[in-house]
């Protein structure tokens, strides 16, 4: 019998929706460059490889040829100014990661969000203290979907990232969190939110669905029995 002691979850789609703050953001900075807004459906679908590839597709989108690394700071100050005016928690979200944490699971964070603004989330809506570990996007060299984040956060939460397999898991809610389980040996479950790329189960191999954040502990339940 398996125990996943080592929940691993991402943040925008999984635990947030934050697609409206980010877009005004992006959109922000568009019209500063003198670009129309982008539709919130398209910028949601370019969400979950991190803040520089989300305004290189939104700069592409506006048929810009702006450098966004040059953009990222500016970028930065926009949404940080106004990371929570309009996200959410996703619906029983605060209780289940609660709950999580009474059972004795240690929790953690890995997302290609940049670690300033994750935090102001996280405090935001009192999640800090849940959370063993925290990677962000530029918490290091790699980002999802590489694994070194993924088990980074295992580690840092105090897992065996060797052992991974069998004590962890990823909880996301697209294709590069799905990536990111399989390059770390790590079991996935995915959440479709309509964030980023959805996941491909061909692609990727079997991973476990589910509709919504409330069904995480029957999934669960199932993989500590495997």
């Known amino acids: 019998m398996a125990?996943?002691?080592?929940?691993?979850?991402?943040l925008d789609g999984t635990l947030i929706d934050s697609?409206?703050?980010?877009?005004?953001?992006?959109?922000?900075?568009?019209?500063?460059?003198?670009?129309?807004?982008?539709p919130l459906g398209d910028i949601k679908s370019m969400i979950g490889d991190g803040a520089p590839v989300l305004l290189a597709r939104a700069l592409k989108a506006s048929d810009l040829s702006h450098d966004a690394a040059e953009l990222m700071p500016r970028f930065k100050i926009i949404y940080e100014a106004a990371s929570t005016n309009?996200?959410?928690?996703?619906?029983?979200?605060?209780?289940?990661?609660?709950?999580?944490?009474?059972e004795g699971r240690h929790l953690s964070l890995c997302t290609n969000k940049p670690s300033a603004a994750t935090r102001l989330v996280l405090d935001h809506f009192g999640l800090s203290p849940?959370?063993?570990?925290v990677i962000g996007g530029d918490s290091m060299k790699e980002r999802k979907p590489a694994k070194e984040?993924?088990?980074a956060a295992i580690a840092q939460s105090g897992g065996d990232p060797i052992r991974a397999a069998d004590t962890a898991v990823m909880i996301g809610d697209s294709h590069t969190d799905l990536a990111t389980a399989k390059a770390g040996g790590v079991p996935g479950v995915?959440?479709?939110s309509g964030y980023g790329r959805p996941a491909d189960r061909v692609e990727q191999?079997?991973?476990h669905e589910i509709a919504r954040f409330a069904d995480l502990p029957g999934v669960l339940a199932t993989l500590d029995q495997n």
């Open 86 to 102: 309009r996200t959410a928690l996703y619906p029983k979200v605060r209780e289940l990661l609660e709950s999580f944490r009474r």
């Open 190 to 192: 995915i959440i479709p």
């Open 205 to 207: 191999g079997a991973y």
């Open 149 to 151: 984040p993924l088990l």
């Open 19 to 38: 697609a409206p703050d980010i877009a005004d953001a992006v959109n922000a900075l568009l019209a500063e460059l003198g670009m129309p807004a982008l």
């Open 3 to 10: 125990w996943r002691q080592f929940l691993v979850f991402d």
């Open 130 to 133: 849940l959370f063993h570990a």
